[in-house]
């Protein structure tokens, strides 16, 4: 019988406050089973694995993070609406590194296409025609958009740049700086 009050939402929406305490890598059923105070066994009635856990909470963050995106870009454009998009990455990192690891899972392929993260590559492409990329443009400024942000949070969070001056945000502000002015005058195709 299902424990009163556990749901598969309710389950992923611990096991990601969990992943921002512990890390998402250390997120179980049985982690989260000893949260509730309940045998794992239980746990199951609700979702299949660890395996479907982590994926549900993935979902969750990719889905959190796009509402905050769209939130954030609402009537912003060029400039403004690269930096808020940055800055919605950065800042849900740092609120939320579990989550933040947890969106970045790698999902089978339907499970991608009906997730939130589709929203995440409709906003950037929506960002960028503001900077009058056309394909196959608009898609290697995407990847590049997410590497920097995925990148530079991720060193950011793992201290990386802790160690030295200048502080952080203001090689943030320079890093958006350097890519607003790249996605202006974008280089033309080299040939092969």
Known sequence: MARVGLTPERLARAGAELADEVGFDQVTVSA????????AASLYAHVRSSQDLRTRI???????LADRAADALAGRAGKDALTAL?????????EHPGRYA???????????????????AQMTRALLRGYDLTEPDQTHAVRLLGSVFHGYVSLEL???????????????????DALDALLR?????TAS
């Open 32 to 39: 989260l089973a000893r949260r509730f105070d309940v045998k």
């Open 58 to 64: 993935a979902l969750l963050a990719l889905e959190e």
């Open 86 to 94: 940055a800055d919605v990455y950065r800042d849900y990192a740092r």
């Open 102 to 120: 947890a969106a970045q899972l790698r999902l089978d392929p339907e499970t991608a296409a009906a997730s939130a993260g589709v929203r995440h």
């Open 158 to 176: 793992a201290g990386g740049f802790s160690h030295s001056a200048p502080d952080s945000q203001q090689s943030w502000t320079r890093v958006l």
């Open 185 to 189: 005058n974008w280089p033309a195709p």
